[in-house]
């Protein structure tokens, strides 16, 4: 059963929802298992539940599912381990839609630009590659981008159309027969005592009841029961890092907002779009305008993600509203300065700007383990962790953030204990908010990792449900049989 109230493709304008929480309660509803945030963990943890066995009722206060990877324009994955999982059910599901997913390859760079070369590219291009599958994507660690041989032949990921794969997770979620899906709905207020959550109130006045509380936000549900919060680069000591400062330091990776352009038809002549008035021409947040990464979608019509937009400081002091309408006006020099720039610009126009920031870093949540830059240098082989439930090798990578940068060595696992909030006991924390240092963060935050995180997380809920056993005695074990079960039984399916 599912219920969608509105569903709005993605629009060439800004969509801004303001949710206040409605006075008037209705009925409550009651699950096993309630989900709030519908992005890549969020949707993945729901999925996982109710495939698994369990009644869910997910709750995402956009129109749509996908969050940062659909609304806020990251659509794509990168290169990394770990993505056999929920992810590679999801690309199965978009590859039977013709055009709406693909593989991509590296096409340019800026850091393989020779000295004889006088067109500069101002950051990196991908292109979708049919001759590449979705297992050339399951490996990202090492020598990196300055090595342009080994980076052209390993680095590929995946690139899918944002409002597919909306649909496809929508569809997906239906199939299960077990998930309620409440869009367009805010999680306002948990009600709560001693760390355990009896039931949330939403923004139009249902209050769910559940056995086990998934926050898959930005920490929005663990924030209200008082949840210890991270929030920028943590101190050396904290977790004996060594890239960390000697003191806290408030700087956060950079925001972006991604916007999308679309190819003329072959008749139209060169175009560059005129700034709209009070725009200036030259960049004013500074030195200059950054570079962008720029992704071809399989149909044509590229993505364009700067790095970054604005500072991660800035759009916290702002807040959404504000930091969305400052961005807007910084995407359209920035588009104008590339026109103007870049020839090959010049045969493509602005489609659209996304109607949801791309935010890579807010707060984190205080874990029974927190994920660290020890971790991240250890790698697998060397991690001492019995409880490892999902793995990442992307580098270590802070779009202004400050602290170390670069490609790992290896994979290295990021233990259970990560979703367990301290101090709670029927909760779980999946998503980029999960419990990581700021330098861990910075390289675990991809979709795909986000998404295994959310299907472990679905996983140890299911279990704790059907078994009566506490979220903190649900055994990593039976997290990783349970999920390796589920992904040998998808390759046969397909070998049917
Ligand atoms: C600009 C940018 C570029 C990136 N590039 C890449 C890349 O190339 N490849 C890659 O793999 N990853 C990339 N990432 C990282 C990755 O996209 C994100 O870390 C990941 O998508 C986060 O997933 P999530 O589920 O944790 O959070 P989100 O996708 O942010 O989902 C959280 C969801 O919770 C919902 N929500 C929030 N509050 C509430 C509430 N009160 N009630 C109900 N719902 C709520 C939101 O609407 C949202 O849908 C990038 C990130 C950014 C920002």
């Known amino acids: 059963m599912m219920t969608v109230k509105k569903h709005t493709r993605i629009l060439p304008v800004l969509m801004?929802?303001?949710?206040?929480?409605?006075?008037?309660?209705?009925?409550?509803?009651?699950?096993?298992?309630?989900?709030?945030?519908?992005?890549?963990a969020g949707f993945a943890a729901a999925w996982s539940a109710a495939h698994l066995g369990s009644s869910v009722i997910l709750v995402e206060k956009e129109s749509m599912l996908g969050g940062t990877s659909t609304l806020g324009g990251v659509n794509n994955w990168e290169p990394g381990m770990g993505g056999t999982g929920v992810p590679y059910r999801v690309y199965q599901r978009l590859r039977q839609i013709p055009g709406v997913a693909g593989v991509y390859r590296f096409d340019r760079h800026l850091a393989w630009r020779k000295p004889w070369e006088k067109y500069t590219f101002p950051g990196g291009m991908i292109e979708t590659d049919p001759c590449v599958s979705y297992a050339h994507t399951l490996r990202r660690h090492g020598p990196g981008m300055g090595n342009e041989a080994w980076f052209r032949e390993h680095c590929r990921g995946v690139i899918f159309e944002p409002d597919a794969m909306?649909?496809?997770?929508?569809?997906?979620?239906?199939?299960?027969?077990?998930?309620?899906?409440?869009?367009?709905?805010?999680?306002?207020?948990?009600?709560?005592?001693?760390?355990?959550?009896?039931?949330?109130?939403l923004s139009d006045g249902t209050v769910v009841r559940a056995k086990i509380f998934i926050d898959a936000t930005d920490a929005a549900l663990c924030a209200q029961l008082g949840c210890e919060l991270m929030t920028g680069r943590d101190r050396r000591a904290d977790f004996n890092e060594p890239g960390a400062p000697p003191e806290p330091l408030m700087r956060l990776n950079g925001a972006t907002l991604m916007y999308r352009i679309t190819p003329l038809a072959k008749n139209e002549p060169d175009l560059i779009e005129p700034l709209p008035e009070g725009i200036p021409e030259k960049c004013w947040w500074q030195g200059g305008f950054p570079v962008a990464f720029v992704g071809q979608y399989p149909k044509?019509?590229?993505?364009?993600?700067?790095?970054?937009?604005?500072?991660?400081?800035?759009?916290?002091?702002?807040?959404?509203e504000k930091a969305y309408a400052e961005c807007r006006r910084r995407v359209l020099?920035?588009?104008?300065?590339?026109?103007?720039?870049?020839?090959?610009?010049?045969?493509?126009?602005?489609?659209?700007?996304?109607?949801?920031?791309?935010?890579?870093?807010?707060?984190?949540?205080?874990?029974?383990?927190?994920?660290?830059?020890?971790?991240?240098?250890?790698?697998?082989?060397?991690?001492?962790?019995?409880?490892?439930?999902?793995?990442?090798?992307?580098?270590?990578?802070n779009h202004g953030g400050g602290g170390p940068s670069g490609e790992l060595k290896g994979p290295y696992g990021i233990p259970y204990r990560c979703l367990l909030p301290?101090?709670?006991?029927?909760?779980?924390?999946?998503?980029?908010?999960?419990?990581?240092?700021?330098?861990?963060?910075?390289?675990?935050?991809?979709?795909?990792?986000?998404?295994?995180?959310?299907?472990?997380?679905?996983?140890?809920?299911?279990?704790?449900?059907?078994?009566?056993?506490?979220?903190?005695?649900?055994q990593?074990?039976?997290?990783?049989?349970?999920?390796?079960?589920?992904?040998?039984?998808?390759v046969k399916e397909l070998a049917e």
């Open 166 to 201: 909306a649909e496809t997770m929508l569809a997906m979620l239906n199939e299960t027969g077990r998930c309620r899906v409440l869009l367009n709905t805010a999680f306002c207020e948990a009600r709560h005592a001693d760390g355990t959550v009896s039931a949330v109130s």
């Open 16 to 40: 801004c929802a303001v949710w206040t929480c409605a006075a008037e309660q209705k009925a409550a509803l009651t699950c096993d298992v309630a989900v709030i945030g519908g992005g890549s």
């Open 476 to 490: 990593a074990s039976e997290i990783r049989r349970v999920m390796a079960e589920r992904i040998d039984q998808f």
């Open 300 to 320: 044509g019509g590229r993505f364009v993600n700067m790095l970054p937009t604005m500072r991660g400081e800035e759009y916290l002091e702002l807040g959404p």
């Open 422 to 474: 301290l101090k709670t006991t029927n909760v779980l924390i999946a998503g980029r908010a999960a419990s990581f240092s700021a330098i861990a963060a910075s390289s675990c935050r991809l979709s795909r990792t986000m998404m295994q995180l959310g299907q472990a997380a679905g996983t140890a809920a299911h279990l704790s449900c059907s078994g009566s056993v506490p979220l903190r005695e649900v």
């Open 333 to 397: 020099a920035h588009w104008h300065w590339y026109q103007k720039n870049y020839d090959e610009f010049r045969r493509f126009r602005l489609k659209s700007i996304f109607p949801v920031m791309g935010v890579r870093e807010t707060r984190r949540v205080r874990g029974e383990y927190v994920l660290n830059q020890r971790d991240l240098i250890a790698t697998l082989a060397n991690q001492k962790h019995d409880d490892i439930i999902a793995i990442a090798d992307h580098p270590m990578d």
